[in-house]
């Protein structure tokens, strides 16, 4: 995002490298790294400074699209919301499918959607305040996402010019619309919130590593689980979580074949990751073992929330099904889709580690009320000792 404005304001002059990519990248992921050594209170208002940024600009960017665009330049309803407006860029796949790829970009924007929960440890009433963020964040990004995708799209002018020298269709379509100054202006603050969101995501994994690690699953002996005490965060988990988010970059810089098969597998594990808990759940819902006592955000063991659990768990299968396709056709050797195999070895490693070796020492996370399995020592109190986050 940052080079597409940098070759909006050189004419397309500047050359945009794998290189210059990948070493923007690593310099973000550094900025993120620091930011998140930060105490939890200070991240806090990181994220509500985030929150204001993302909304306003959101809203202005539509308001002034709207304003600026004029009514003969708009496209007709058709176009936004039938048979006109269905593009297919596949170059073979049938237009079904070319709209089920459309909805790739969506189910990236969601995806991530929880958050919250790896870093509810370190708030007041999580059990009330991690769904309901979750809840409030995923209904906001679906309405004002929604809103904003109509508006570019109404506004877009010829679909022949995008997505432009920039590479980028949203920075092209507010530059036609909006002027060169204006929009530079504006897309400071989109960067800003895509960066916001690099952040509020290294802060999430970090917590899961953490968490790994402090409920042995990780070899490390707990070594990633140690807390630094003047931030009272895991500053060792903070700086893994920046190492290993570099791999992936340079990968890119080796191969974007493999760089992009290994951000849709992000994607996919994380969507498989959510409806693993919510399968299991339900298979050993009347289990003697299962000590399964409802938090206050409960849809209960009807008909509701059985159809809840069956429709995610429908709906990110399909999805992950969708993510494994190849965008064209016909399929080469340089846009192969390698998502799913490449998820499927992960899912076969992890599962050799688990039977060989983790099962051993990894017996789930520790109970929030202590009632859990007993394992020999009180897991909720080695939990608390471990770790005491400073709320927000």
Known sequence: MILAAV????????????????????????INSILNTFKTRQLAYFTCSFMFINLGATLLIIILLLATTPRSDMHSVSYLFGADGLINGTGGWNDGVSFLLGLLSVQWTLTGYDCTAHISEELRRAAYAAPAAIMIAYAGTAIFGWILSIVLVLCSGSFTDLPGPSGSAFLTIMVLRLGYRTSIALWVFVCMTAFFIA??????????????????????????????????????????????????????????????????????????SYVIPIILRRIFHSHPEVMFKPGPYYMGDGWLGAFANVWCTVWTIFICVVFS???????????????????????????????????????????GDGNGLDMGHNVLEKANNAVKFEEP
Do not use: C
Request: aromatic share 8%.
């Open 7 to 30: 070759s909006i304001s050189t004419d397309g002059t500047y050359p945009i490298t794998s290189g210059k990519v990948v070493g923007l990248t690593i310099g973000l992921l550094i």
């Open 199 to 272: 952040q509020t995501g290294m802060q999430a994994v970090s917590r899961a590593i953490y968490a790994f690690s402090r409920d042995h699953v990780l070899p490390d002996r707990e070594f990633f689980a140690h807390i630094t005490h003047s931030t009272q965060t895991p500053l060792r988990a903070v700086w893994l979580t920046a190492v290993l988010s570099v791999l992936p970059a340079l990968l890119y810089l080796a191969s974007a074949v493999a760089g992009n098969a290994v951000f849709a597998l992000s994607a996919m594990s994380l969507d498989l």
């Open 325 to 367: 396709l190849p965008t064209e056709l016909p399929v080469t050797a340089t846009n192969m889709n390698y998502a799913a195999p490449v998820t499927l070895g992960l899912l076969i490693v992890t599962g050799l580690w688990y039977v060989l070796s983790a099962h051993r020492h990894y017996h789930g996370p520790p109970s």
